[in-house]
Nanobody, 120 residues
């Protein structure tokens, strides 16, 4: 069974830094797009950043210049480097992956989420 596991969340001071990781495990043939989304209380889930298998990235305007998404294809892992976080960045961060399993099935998976709290 293919799954995504996030790690690295926690409490960070505004202006500090935090790195989230998302590791995909199981029988995976190829991971196409990987992304990070977030959901704050009372708000809809929103895109934070995405990265293609070729390394093309796209960011929400609110995080451009502060957050960086990257991936290690050999490890089936994506990262989100959060620099200079603001209190409004506090949310549950979810990893998402569009992939083809070893059995040839296309899947769109979500991780369980990791809480990021930003203190001012």
């Amino acid at each position: 069974q293919v799954q995504l596991v996030e790690s690295g969340g926690g409490l960070v001071q505004a202006g500090g830094s935090l790195r989230l990781s998302c590791a995909a495990s199981g029988s995976i043939f190829r991971i196409n797009r990987m992304g990070w989304y977030r959901q704050a209380p009372g708000k809809q889930r929103e895109l934070v950043a995405v990265i293609t298998s070729g390394g093309t990235t796209n960011y929400a305007d609110s995080v451009k210049g502060r957050f960086t998404i990257s991936r290690d294809n050999a490890k089936n892992t994506a990262y989100l480097q959060m620099n200079s976080p603001k209190p409004e960045d506090a949310a549950v961060y979810y990893c998402n992956a569009e992939l083809r399993t070893g059995a040839g099935r296309q899947s769109n998976l979500w991780g369980q989420g990791t809480q990021v709290t930003v203190s001012s």
